[in-house]
Structures are given as C-alpha cells and as structure tokens.
C-alpha cells in the first residue's frame, strides 16, 4: 500500500469534510444492505450442503386431490419408509422423523420449556451428518428410553457436568441421556434440541400420516419411477386401513435434499430470493451514483493537480489506478460502518423475513464474501470517475480556464439517473410486497 497516497488521501479529506461523511455514508448504507441480503442468500442456498451423501437422500412427499381442491403433504404413514426400504432394492437406507411440538422437560423438580423435540428412527446419526460430541452415532437411539440433547440444552440443564447418563422426565416417563450432539446447523431444515427414538407403534402404522421420511437411493436410481413405486405400496395397503382415502387421488415424489429449503414447503423460495438480490442491488447502485457524483465533484476541485501529474509525465493508467486507489480507502471506510451497520440491523431483518441469519467472524466464508464485495462496489463506484476525470484537457487545466461546463451537465446526469433508480426501486418495493405477500399466504 502507498503510504503518501494515504497522506493525500487524508489530507483531501480534512479539506473536503462534509462531501467525504455524504460519499462514506451513502456508501455504507448501500453495502449495509448489500452484506445483509448477500449473506442471506449465500445461507438460503447453502441449506443442508453439509451431510455426507447429501446429493443422493430424498425426502418423499406426496400429492392429493379431490373435489377439484389439492394440496402437498410432507407426512407419510410410518409404515411406508419401511415397507418401501424392504420391497424396492433402489433404496439404500432409510430414515423417519416426527416433528414434535414445543416440549416442556424437568430436570431435579425444575422445568424448562421450548425445546424442539423430533423422534427418529435409531440410524439418525448414522443417516444424516449431525455431529455427536458424547455418544456412538449407530447405538445412541437404540435404547427406547434414550434421549440426545443438544450442546446448548446439556449446558442449560446440566451446567458444568457430563450430562451423559443423567435422567430427564418428559411426557410422565423418565429418560437416560445417551449422548449430546453440537448445536444444529442453522442452516439446516431439521432443527431440534432434544432427539428421542422413534415409536415403535408407527413402525406399522398405516392409519396415520405423521413421518417425515427420508430415502438413501443407490446412484443412478430412477426417482419418478420410484414415486410410482411409493403410491402402489400405499394403495395396496392404505385401503384396507383407511377405505375413505379411496375417494382420494393420491401421488407421491421425491424432494432432494439440497432442494427442501426452498422448494414446494417453503414460504421465501427462490424467487423471492431472487428478488431480495436485485433489490439489494439496486440500493447499492444507488450509493455508487452518489459516490460518483459526490466523487466528481472533489476531483473537479483537485483537478488542476491532475494535470501537474501529467505534465511530469504520469500516464493515464497510472492515474486511472491512482482514482481506484482512492476509490478502495473510501470503500474501506464504508465498509467498517457498513459491518457495524449490519450487525445492528440484523435482529431487525431477522424479524422481518422470519430468518435466521447469523453473522459468525470466525467463518471464512463472511470474509471472502466481504473481499468480493468491497472489490465490486471499487469497480461500480470507481470505474466511471477514474475514466472520465483522466481526460481533462491539460493545458485548460493548467492555466485555469476549465470551466467545467461538461462536468455539470454530467452530474446532473448522474442526478437525473439516480433519482430514476430511485423512483423505480420504490416502485418495484411496491410490487415485491404484493408477491411476498401472496407467497407467504398460500396454503400449501
């Protein structure tokens, strides 16, 4: 880095104070927003990436319709999963979860509420990729009377013991802690806090549709085919048990995996993702037309300086990289307010979108993401000054008959296009909320 390039730096800052706060802040605001939506979206599409086989595990769902009305169903007998592991050689192993409703769990005459609570079959561990601190991943759900905590939940009921082998009372029954698994991933679609074994009276259950269920297919297996497979199982079973399901055209398919977060269940898909993205961008190019504007006008009053540097022989490269340079100190500037920024918004954003994005500065990945962020808004805000301010006409310049005639025209046209993005990110605002708006209340 050129130390006298910062002594100039901020030598024109002391000089040109408020223009510097306007250019810092507007800059700031716009990658505020930027750093909240991208790392939103990098979280929204990095669900689930993290279990071994990932690529290869499905979820099953299935489609009904009657009457003219239908609906998605998530939830299956929990009969199927095994019934369908045994008769199609396509799967390769299986796996069922029953989400259970906010617990209530006593510990030493003390209860402690809101826990998420799933039940599942005794391969969870082995099945998906959580990670167990205590325990063994293929027998740690074997025992009927076994119970996995999270890390969290071992801290809050056990604080400063092994909670292995300590007792928890849920549901009028004692249970043993087998072992204790990290905190779930928040981006994961499977969240819970405590993991008991699955009931063994849904193992032949065909009378209800409570199991979310999970197949591991064999590579190059035929999912549609597989989905048909699916509903002839249920049908050759389901009418004996359930008759008036017969009314009922009933379809089944597999979700992948990677897909679940933002697929058919989901109330922010991909298209409101998608959405967010552009607007976040749109902000951002807001705040680069008003660095430039703001930008140009403090080169205008140094310019006579730029055509001293070229009558000793700089050349326009040298000087184009010189107003990139610059550009990068202000970016970085931003940038320090645009974190602090984001973490006080964050609750706010949380709130709104019904997240949970968490900003974690011990990830790399916020890192590299903050690198790329800081280098693109140097080239959207830089680029246009560096290569128009490089082209005044020196001997003008120097004898101080630049007028700058062109130069306000030109602001005005960064005014004009900046109110015009402006004007046109209100009104795609306006229509954004009418389709979130429409997405998050259709019943799936």
């Not at 029953?98 to 209530?104: A, E, L, P, Q």
């Not at 990729?129 to 905590?149: A, C, P, W, Y």
């Not at 990289?321 to 970085?332: G, K, N, P, Q």
């Amino acid at each position: 880095m050129n130390l006298n390039s910062i002594k100039i730096f901020f030598r024109n800052v002391r000089k040109q104070k408020v223009m510097t706060v306007m250019s810092i802040l507007g800059l700031s605001l716009g990658m505020s927003i930027a750093i909240l939506v991208g790392l939103w979206s990098v979280q929204e599409f990095d669900y689930d990436n993290f279990h071994r086989h990932g690529d290869r595990i499905y979820r099953v769902f299935r489609h009904e319709s009657w009457d003219g009305d239908e609906a998605n169903r998530f939830t299956n007998c929990g009969a199927l999963g095994q019934a369908a592991k045994e008769q199609i050689p396509e799967i390769e192993a299986m796996c069922r979860i029953i989400n259970m409703k906010d617990t209530k769990l006593q510990v030493n005459q003390r209860y402690y509420e809101q826990f998420r609570m799933i039940t599942a079959d005794e391969n969870f561990f082995d099945f998906f990729t959580f990670r167990l601190k205590e325990g063994q991943e293929n027998n740690v759900l074997h025992s009927i009377d076994g119970m996995v905590i999270d890390q969290s939940t071992a801290v809050l009921l056990f604080p400063g013991e092994n909670a292995v082998g300590k007792v928890i009372s849920y549901a009028d029954r004692d249970w043993t802690v087998s072992g204790v698994m990290e905190d779930m991933p928040a981006n994961s679609h499977i969240r819970a806090n405590v993991i008991v074994p699955y009931s063994k009276k849904k193992l032949n259950d065909w009378n209800g549709f409570s199991s979310l269920t999970y197949f591991l297919l064999r590579p190059g297996a035929d999912t549609d085919k597989l989905g048909e497979q699916l509903t002839q199982i249920l049908k050759d079973n389901m009418s004996s048990a359930m008759p008036h399901f017969r009314s009922i055209k009933i379809s089944h398919s597999l979700e992948s995996l990677r897909d679940i977060h933002l697929g058919a269940e989901s109330r922010n898909g991909k298209g409101v993702v998608i959405i967010l993205i552009l607007a976040a961008f749109i902000v951002l190019l807001i705040s680069c037309v008003n660095f430039s504007s703001l930008f140009i006008s403090m080169a205008f009053l140094r310019a006579r300086s730029t055509g001293v540097r070229k009558t000793h022989g700089a050349s326009r490269i040298r000087l184009i990289m010189d107003f990139y340079r610059e550009t990068s100190y202000y970016v970085l500037l931003a940038m320090g307010i645009a974190i602090l920024l984001t973490i006080g918004f964050a609750p706010t954003f949380n709130e709104l979108l019904n997240t949970d994005l968490q900003i974690y500065f011990g990830n790399l990945q916020v890192y590299v993401f903050l690198v790329l962020l800081g280098i693109f808004t140097v080239i959207l805000a830089g680029t246009f000054p560096a290569f128009y301010m490089t082209r005044f006409n020196v001997v003008q310049t120097l004898v101080g008959q630049f007028k700058g005639n062109k130069l306000a025209f030109l602001q005005k046209s960064l005014l004009v296009t900046q109110f015009t993005i402006a004007l046109a990110c209100l009104l795609s605002v306006f229509f954004i909320r009418k389709q979130v708006d429409t997405m998050t209340s259709m019943a799936l």
